[in-house]
């Protein structure tokens, strides 16, 4: 049962990285870069110091923090100790049906920290600020699927690395959102 969903994981990843051209290749190296993001958070962070003043835009920041090392460990955890599964860059059975782009390749894949931190992020900036600005969460999310989907595109991770860390992120985003709702009533209200 396994071989055949990591089959079937290939199959899909082979597809969706192939559907990519050379046209597109510098937007898609662009997307996946940290710093391609920093206006995203730039005007996040106004937001939130709009929303919450300074010592609630303290206390939400050292919870993102807290939160990107959560999941970047989780990834970590999951990689090097718990599965080690190539990534599609690193499986010689596959490298002349693909289209590897990224810059680097990493050792392990399973499961993308990009795609877990991204929707990390906006599940818990979504949860925050859902009753301020309708659309945000939507637009958030669409942001972490294209962040999660351009793993797929320059060759590094396979669907499932993205599905897990898409779904490690939501939950760990959930838990720290309240943990942020608790803090700011504990440390603000008082």
Known sequence: MLEELLKYDTELFLYLNNLG???WDGLWLFITEKYASIPLYVLLLFLVWKKL?????FILLVCVALMITATDQLANLFKYVLFQRPRPCRVEAIQDQMRFIADVCGRYGYFSAHAA???AVAVFL???FRSTYRYLPFLLLFWAVIVAYSRI???VHY???IITGMFFGALIGSV???VQQWAQRK???S
Do not use: N, Q, R, V
């Not at 003043?53 to 835009?57: I, L, N, S, V």
């Open 21 to 23: 051209s050379e046209s």
């Open 176 to 178: 720290f959102y309240k």
């Open 126 to 128: 979504g949860c925050s």
């Open 153 to 155: 595109y320059l060759g």
């Open 187 to 189: 440390f603000i209200a």
């Open 53 to 57: 003043h300074w010592k609630g835009t």
């Open 117 to 119: 931190s991204s929707m």
């Open 159 to 161: 669907p499932l690395d």
